[in-house]
């Protein structure tokens, strides 16, 4: 595939343009919205549903992927490959850990919460080009997590997935247990909003934004690395800031 189908979209599930095998994606949801929705929404579920509709309702107008120009809060854009994501809160929210380790575990936000907090100010660079300087992400290591649920000999990588129900990502084992991978909470010193893909958001800090993969739900140890959601679309797997993807951006750590 070309660099052109790329993660600044967002490929449609149910194949508006998109037949998996390295055409361009479908454009769906690529959305720059307004600046002053975001924190907003955080707080109040009908609002969020709402701004879930305005984010489909949106990219099914511009199928072309415009959107994505448009600036959202502080520089971002908000990128999904679905057109929606149900809201997780205090109540229903869940990350497990389960594959090749000892312990499996599912943490509550409370739980998470209560464990020793990391926090980190690097910039975010998108593969797609746009950076944001200085941007705090605070959280729980991801070693942290790996340590408590006792990784067996034979895992070698880790495995992301999300409750938007179609997003995955991986690392190496090596690069999971790197100090600045972050399961984070918040963002900007704050609570994570559901759009940047809270109420948990794995941050990948030398990486291309594109391996923060937003909604986390699920960690899974496995003997190799499965390559994830862009990375099946042609995206490198080992997404060094400057090193990869042909890119020479000057990198984020
Ligand atoms: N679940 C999920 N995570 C995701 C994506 C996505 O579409 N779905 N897009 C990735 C890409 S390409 C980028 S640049 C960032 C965008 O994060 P933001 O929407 O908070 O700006 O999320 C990454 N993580
Ligand atoms: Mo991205």
Known sequence: MTKDANPARA?????????????????????G???????????????????????????????????????????????SVTSSTPPK?????????DGLV???????????????QTRLVRDVQCVTGWRVPGTPFEGVRLATLLDAAGVRPEARAVRFTCFDG???ESLTLEQARRA??????????????????????LYVAP?????????????????????GYWEDRGYDVDAWVGRSNGRDDAPTT
């Not at 490929?11 to 959305?31: F, M, S």
């Not at 000892?102 to 020793?116: E, F, G, I, N, V």
């Open 11 to 31: 490929a449609d599930d149910d194949g508006g343009g998109e037949d998996g095998r390295g055409t361009p994606v479908g454009r769906r949801v690529v959305l």
């Open 33 to 79: 919205m307004l600046a002053a929705g975001a924190a907003g929404v955080a707080a109040a579920p009908a609002l969020q549903r709402a701004w879930d509709n305005t984010l489909g309702a949106a990219a099914q107008k511009d199928p072309t992927g415009l959107t994505g120009l448009l600036p959202a809060g502080g520089g971002f854009r908000y990128y």
């Open 89 to 97: 809160d205090e109540r229903t929210y869940r990350l497990t850990i």
């Open 102 to 116: 000892r312990h499996h575990a599912a943490y509550r936000l409370a739980d998470l919460r209560a464990l020793p």
């Open 166 to 168: 179609a997003y995955s």
């Open 180 to 201: 600045d991978v972050l399961v984070a909470l918040r963002m900007q010193d704050k609570p994570l909003s559901h759009a940047h893909g809270g109420p948990v958001r």
């Open 207 to 227: 990486m291309y934004f594109y391996k923060s993969a937003k909604w986390l739900s699920g960690i899974t140890l496995t003997e190799r690395v499965e390559p």
